[in-house]
């Protein structure tokens, strides 16, 4: 069992900028793909950005392309997401997954944090 615990995350205004943290307890963190998704209000939890096992490729969702970057480093079991230009659309809950990822069939989590809550006031 992969523990998830977060760190970052809180109140910032518009234009602002974030940065979330997400450590794993599993020594073996490397296999696995790291994905962070948000759930804002009354919506359906979705994607935002993953990072494949070693960091040599990333995905991101339209929406925040060019705003947020995905990162890791394995030698902290750890995996970043740095959110900039931030707008009050992008305030919600966010979690990060430990799974595996392909293009084909998307990210399949196996993992998941308890999720951070990230506000933006406008």
């Known amino acids: 069992q992969v523990q998830l615990v977060y760190s970052g995350g809180g109140l910032v205004q518009t234009g602002g900028s974030l940065r979330l943290s997400c450590a794993a307890s599993e020594g073996t963190f490397s296999i696995y793909d790291m994905g962070w998704f948000r759930q804002a209000p009354g919506k359906e939890r979705e994607f935002v950005a993953v990072?494949?096992?070693?960091?040599?490729?990333?995905d991101y969702a339209d929406s925040v392309k060019g705003r947020f970057t995905i990162s890791r480093d394995n030698a902290k079991n750890t995996v970043y997401l740095q959110m900039s230009s931030l707008k009050p659309p992008d305030t919600a809950v966010y979690y990060c997954?430990?799974?595996?990822?392909?293009?084909?069939?998307?990210?399949?989590?196996?993992?998941w944090g308890q999720g951070t809550q990230v506000t933006v006031s406008s």
């Open positions: 990072i494949s096992g070693i960091g040599s490729s990333t």
């Open positions: 997954a430990a799974g595996s990822y392909s293009v084909r069939l998307g990210f399949r989590p196996r993992y």
